[in-house]
């Protein structure tokens, strides 16, 4: 591969690197990048064809690692993580092979669990009565992050919070 130096005067192959250190990144969204800092096409197809043979770039890697991320670093839904990951690129066949082994529907609640224990705790909420306004930011919170609104009353139920009625559907 040539030393075709651009931006901050780093060959495609540094570049591509550079950009993996910080995080693992889908194929796609690495070739955007690349696309972006006017790298030519052929230069990046070539750099992400050895990018994969080195095992450095792979989508169903990429795919577990951003599901990780997101149940246990920075939780939010399923829903929400699904289409983080076709914005970057993941293709839908890549995602319907594997996206149920790495973020199940168990795990989902159990990071919902957490998420409002943690959330009920914080205000030192979860044994005694919450207020509306509480209730309200704590809702608007899980709503924030994708989850399902009667998902979250199914969860503050189990955890025998008081004044669910006002959330209620009518």
Not at 106 to 111: G, I, S, V
Not at 141 to 151: I, Q, S, T
Request: net charge positive; with cysteine.
């Amino acid at each position: 591969m040539r030393k075709n130096r651009r931006h901050n005067n780093l060959s495609p192959l540094e570049q591509a690197l550079k950009l993996l250190t910080v995080r693992p990144r889908s194929k796609w969204e690495l070739k955007q990048l690349l696309l972006d800092r006017k790298y030519t096409k052929d230069e990046i197809e070539q750099v992400i064809s050895s990018l994969i043979n080195w095992g450095y770039l792979d989508d169903i890697k990429f795919i577990e690692s951003w599901c990780y991320y997101r149940k246990h670093v920075s939780p939010k839904s399923r829903c929400f993580v699904l289409r983080e990951l076709k914005a970057k690129g993941v293709s839908s066949s890549d995602l319907e092979s594997c996206f149920n082994d790495f973020y199940s529907e168990e795990e989902e609640l159990d990071c919902l669990k957490h998420l409002m224990e943690k959330k009920l705790t914080k205000k030192h909420l979860i044994s005694s009565k919450i207020n509306e306004k509480d209730m309200q930011k704590i809702f608007s919170a899980l709503l924030r992050k994708g989850f399902n609104y009667n998902l979250i009353l199914d969860i503050f139920s189990q955890l025998g919070t008081k004044h669910l009625d006002n959330f209620q559907e009518k």
